[in-house]
């Protein structure tokens, strides 16, 4: 059996910054697992030596106490068998669950990796690959979505052109009509936080997600819609048997560090009560391990795409919130979507990812971006938080790179310009 690079180097690959770098280079020779357990904490997979300009597979996985091997499925990653992880005519592997979005206000989630935007070379390319080993190994799986606002609507549509039945929650009837409308068979009305849905909608989902909105009704409502929604999520999951992967959207906002730290999830958390209601959310989900066998975490950074905008908003009123030094950190919906996808694939265990674009760019940077792009004046910061925020966004970068490891998801989006382009040809 062959060797396994060190996770350091092999992390290096995926973040293509050394010889397996998208630019045609050899990547460093075929590598797989040493033995079942070959770094269980960061893997990166290499298959055969040809160029990863050419599409090798880098697979990157974080396994669950060290019991899992390296790459998307245990038992290929010692055996190399190419069954588990896809089949393509050329015989070369795609990587993992870097799959590609329309780049419409609609999805087609499922995309060719031969398109524009296709997440750096590793998206994937359903026309050569296997039915049941390519991307639509979604397809046929139900997903339960609760809360259906800006992100579980998107996630519901991406589901739906991926093959997968959808049920949803939502306490919106004017939602639920339009869930309907759009191909949502099964929609019940209901609020998360109460038990009176939980008769309506059965067990046995493959894959659970909880993106729930606060509603509004201030620090009450945060307690109401995330800790006391999970509890019953929670509750209803054990009464039905439980799952196979939750998946629950937080926040980066449980992160407290300012002065232009850079945060991963490994970082200390904390801060006021509402971050500290988002924590306890995660921990309510991370801690059932009788409710899911995978339980996932994705700390989303702040949120844009089409319909949710404010800078763009703020540059055309010719005033922009908050301290225009600070760094932004933004994950464009689409991508979130397509992280969403990527994680309901993960190996059992409690896992927390960052979702966040590559970019990192100050807030300045940006603004001055868009008025250019606008043909408008350069406006200034009022130096205080935009109307119905807390405070000012702390200054820090967010880190996306465990995300990328684990799944080799890529943002359709890596900074503000591709994201905002999009919207502005809308």
């Not at 991307?135 to 339960?144: P, T």
């Not at 046995?204 to 019953?232: I, Q």
């Amino acid at each position: 059996m062959r060797r396994v690079t060190s996770a350091r180097e092999q992390a290096r690959i995926v973040e293509h910054g050394g010889r397996g770098a998208d630019g045609g280079e050899p990547a460093t020779g075929g590598v797989l697992a040493e033995d079942e357990r070959a770094d269980a904490r960061i893997g990166a997979q290499v298959r055969d030596t040809w160029p990863t300009g050419q599409k090798d597979a880098v697979e990157g996985a974080i396994t669950d106490g060290g019991e899992r091997g390296v790459g998307a499925e245990p038992e290929a990653a010692a055996t190399g068998d190419e069954q588990v992880f896809g089949q393509r005519r050329d015989h070369d592997l795609d990587a993992g669950a870097a799959q590609e979005v329309d780049r419409s206000d609609g999805f087609n989630f499922l995309k060719t990796g031969g398109e524009d935007c296709q997440n750096v070379g590793h998206g994937v390319r359903l026309e050569g690959m296997s039915d049941p080993a390519h991307g639509n190994v979604l397809a046929g799986k139900r997903l339960v979505i609760f809360g259906c606002g800006y992100i579980g609507r998107a996630v519901a549509h991406a589901a739906l052109s991926a093959g997968m039945n959808v049920t949803a929650l939502t306490r919106n009837a004017d939602k639920a009509a339009a869930l309907r409308a759009e191909g949502v068979r099964d929609v019940v009305l209901g609020d998360l936080a109460s038990a009176t849905w939980h008769a309506d909608i059965p067990g046995g989902a493959d894959v659970v997600l909880n993106c729930v909105s606060s509603g509004g009704g201030g620090l009450e409502g945060y307690r109401h819609s995330y800790r006391d929604g999970m509890a019953s999520l929670v509750a209803w999951l054990r009464a039905q048997g439980g799952a196979g992967t939750v998946i629950y959207t937080s926040s980066t906002s449980v992160y407290p560090q300012d002065g232009g730290a850079r945060v991963d999830e490994t970082a200390p958390t904390g801060g006021d009560e509402r971050a500290a209601t988002l924590l306890a959310a995660e921990q309510l989900l991370l801690h059932a391990t009788d409710a899911a066998a995978t339980r996932v975490v994705l700390r989303l950074a702040g949120i844009y795409g089409p319909g949710r905008h404010h800078l763009l908003e703020q540059v055309r009123a010719g005033a922009a919130a908050g301290r225009g030094e600070a760094h932004l950190n933004l994950a464009y919906r689409d991508d979130i979507v397509a992280a969403v996808l990527a994680v309901s694939a993960l190996a059992p265990g409690a896992h927390v990812f960052n979702v966040a674009d590559d970019g990192a760019a100050s807030k300045g940077e940006l603004v001055a971006w868009l008025a250019a792009r606008l043909g408008l004046p350069v406006p200034a910061f009022t130096g205080v938080p935009a109307g119905g925020r807390r405070a000012v966004t702390p200054d820090r970068v967010i880190l996306n790179t465990a995300l990328k490891v684990a799944t080799g998801w890529r943002p359709v989006c890596p900074t503000f310009r591709e994201g905002y382009e999009k919207i502005l040809s809308l």
